[in-house]
């Protein structure tokens, strides 16, 4: 199995071009299953998660192929293809839905297909329960039946589904995408309120609408979907990876480095940028992206996490290696996921300060880290190792890189480009 080893104490310079978003290609590759006609992607990022989502989607009948090169209009990632032609199989089944909790996302867009869909239940995973009992209430609320047997959710309608006003008690990003989906299709007007405004989300309306869905409200917390009868093809190009950016800008602010992020939109991650300038970041908006650099000793800074425009979630654990070594303390709060903090103890074992209090973390910000061995325990937590061993003394160790791979596009080879002293050691 693959481990990275990281040599810490190296300042990062350079450009780093950001990839498509791996939480926005997702739900657009299952789009394609609304359409008989090809969906085009631009800009797809080369990872794990990327092909399990093809895997499923060729299981169900989606035929997918090369649609032009990688580079193109200056994108690092693939085009491809998705052509739902016919769906040939209607189940999601376990084997493929455990690997990836996300692949849930073809729920709701099978149904309103072929007017039946059968999706095994993803399960609890290392940052929570996360169940998924929204995205059944709201394709409930536009006519579904569903029953939950033998750990699969059976969902039927016959006679189409029909568009509803469903209000989401919670925020969900993966409901409000299934639900939006299922609603494109659906007969008359659906009103659906307080949905995630999740730019991945923003970018899934913006396809759905080139392959004729008319969704009004894109970007607020209301979407108003006037139901069509079918939906054709189109061209989309993927978003860039807020997440990966911001795990960047932070790789430059711990090595006190100077790198420009290619790529990124300011307005996808202005509270992130927002908490970095108060920790004592620059970041300055270039011709090509953003411009991260740091010349002093970070401040301890409080983050809680929230829906968007709040703070990621998903950049959470790469804060806490930030606020590491920062002057003072600061609390992290989780808001979103019940078990998000599995990175602080293996933080902990390179030196970090840091208590768990319920939702909150303290963080004690200390001198220095140390370079240890240590564990990869799910995406983000093994992105807040890297960091913190790109600033350790020593040696650093991550093992199970497969977490990392799922949603880093070739971090190693990123951040080496940028004069990190990291490899991918194949043990
Ligand atoms: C998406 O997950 C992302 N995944 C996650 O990214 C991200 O952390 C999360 O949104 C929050 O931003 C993808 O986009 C593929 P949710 P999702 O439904 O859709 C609860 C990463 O590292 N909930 O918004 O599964 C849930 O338990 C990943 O890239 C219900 O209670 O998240 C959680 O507490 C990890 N019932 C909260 O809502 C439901 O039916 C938000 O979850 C659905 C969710």
């Known amino acids: 199995m693959d481990k990275i080893r990281i040599r810490g104490g190296k300042r990062l310079s350079g450009k780093i071009r950001i990839s498509g978003a791996k939480n926005a290609a997702l739900p657009l590759m299952a789009a394609s299953l609304l359409t008989d006609e090809p969906l085009v992607l631009v800009n797809l990022p080369q990872l794990a998660d990327i092909s399990t989502m093809a895997n499923l989607l060729t299981h ?8 032009g090169e990688t580079g193109k209009d200056g994108h690092t990632g693939r085009s491809l293809s998705l052509h739902a032609r016919e769906i040939t199989d209607t189940t999601a089944p376990y084997d493929l839905v455990r690997r990836m909790r996300a692949s849930v996302v073809v729920l709701g867009p099978l149904l309103a297909r072929s007017g039946h869909a059968r999706v095994s239940l993803p399960g609890g995973c290392a940052i929570g329960t996360r169940p998924v009992d929204l995205h059944i209430k709201g394709l409930t609320q536009l006519g579904a039946e569903i029953d939950l047997t033998g750990g699969y959710i059976d969902a039927k309608a ?7 006003h469903f209000v989401f008690p919670t925020v969900s990003v993966g409901a409000t995408e299934n639900v939006l989906m299922a609603a494109c299709l659906a007969k008359g007007e659906s009103v659906l309120s307080n949905v995630a405004r999740e730019p991945e989300i923003t970018d899934l309306a913006h396809c759905l609408v080139a392959m004729g869905a008319k969704i009004g409200g894109i970007g607020s917390d209301t979407l108003i979907v006037q139901g069509v009868e079918r939906l054709h093809g189109a061209e989309h190009t993927v978003i860039a990876d807020r997440i990966e950016a911001g795990t960047y800008a932070m790789a ?10 290619i790529g990124v939109q300011l307005d996808l991650m202005e509270s992130v940028v927002d908490k970095l300038i108060e920790a004592g970041v620059k970041i300055e908006k270039t011709d090509q992206g953003l411009r991260v650099s740091c010349d002093t ?12 425009p709040g703070f990621p979630t998903d950049l959470q654990a790469q804060m806490t290696a930030l606020m590491s070594t920062a002057d003072g303390a600061s ?4 808001s979103i996921f019940e078990n998000r903090f599995m990175h602080i103890p293996e933080l902990a074992r390179m030196g970090a300060n840091v208590t768990v209090h319920g939702a909150s973390s303290l963080v004690r910000g200390v001198g220095a880290l140390t370079g240890a061995p240590v564990m990869a325990t799910d995406l983000r937590a093994s992105a807040s190792l890297v960091l ?14 497969y977490h990392i791979d799922r949603g ?3 971090i190693e080879e990123k951040l080496a480009a940028c004069g990190a002293d990291i490899e991918r050691v194949d043990e």
Do not use: C, H
């Not at 169900?60 to 649609?67: E, Q, R, T």
């Not at 016959?158 to 509803?164: D, E, Q, S, Y």
């Not at 609390?331 to 989780?334: D, G, P």
């Open 60 to 67: 169900l009948g989606v035929d997918i192929s090369m649609a």
């Open 158 to 164: 016959p006679n189409g589904l029909v568009g509803a």
């Open 252 to 261: 430059a602010a711990m090595t006190g480095g100077d790198i420009e992020l």
């Open 297 to 308: 000793r970070l401040r301890g800074v409080d983050v809680m996490t929230e829906p968007f």
């Open 331 to 334: 609390m992290i709060t989780e």
């Open 388 to 401: 913190a061993g790109l600033i350790a003394d020593g040696e650093t160790w991550v093992s199970r890189v």
């Open 408 to 410: 880093y596009e070739r």
